[in-house]
């Protein structure tokens, strides 16, 4: 059974920074593609970055360009988000998720895992 669980959420003020993490199992997580989304207060789930199996392909949405690094850890079966001044438009649940196919994902539909959330805030 596929698990993603995240964590490192909070509240934190503008400027300010939090690393997100995500501990995957029940799956080749070595060999999957990952990716961050996020979700603000009454909008839509949103692309933020996504990390080959390798670690070396990497990208971002450019409103996080600069300031978040995805990282990954393949022994720990761990995807990170780290988050550097962070602005109050960066407030939403952030997710989790994992693809199966060899390329990787951009859009919500090319995932096949998600993780369950973990809150954002940032005060201004």
């Known amino acids: 059974q596929v698990q993603l669980v995240e964590s490192g959420g909070g509240l934190v003020q503008a400027g300010g920074s939090l690393r997100l993490s995500c501990v995957a199992s029940g799956f080749f997580f070595s060999t999957s593609m990952m990716g961050w989304f996020r979700q603000p207060p009454g909008k839509e789930r949103e692309f933020v970055a996504n990390?080959?199996?390798?670690?070396?392909?990497?990208y971002y949405a450019d409103s996080v360009k600069g300031r978040f690094t995805i990282s990954r850890d393949n022994p720990k079966s761990t995807v990170y988000l780290q988050m550097n001044s962070l602005k109050p438009e960066d407030t939403a649940v952030y997710y989790c998720a994992a693809r199966k196919a060899a390329t990787l994902g951009w859009e919500v539909g090319d995932f096949d895992s998600w993780g369950q959330g973990t809150q954002v805030t940032v005060a201004s």
């Open positions: 990390i080959g199996w390798s670690g070396i392909l990497r």
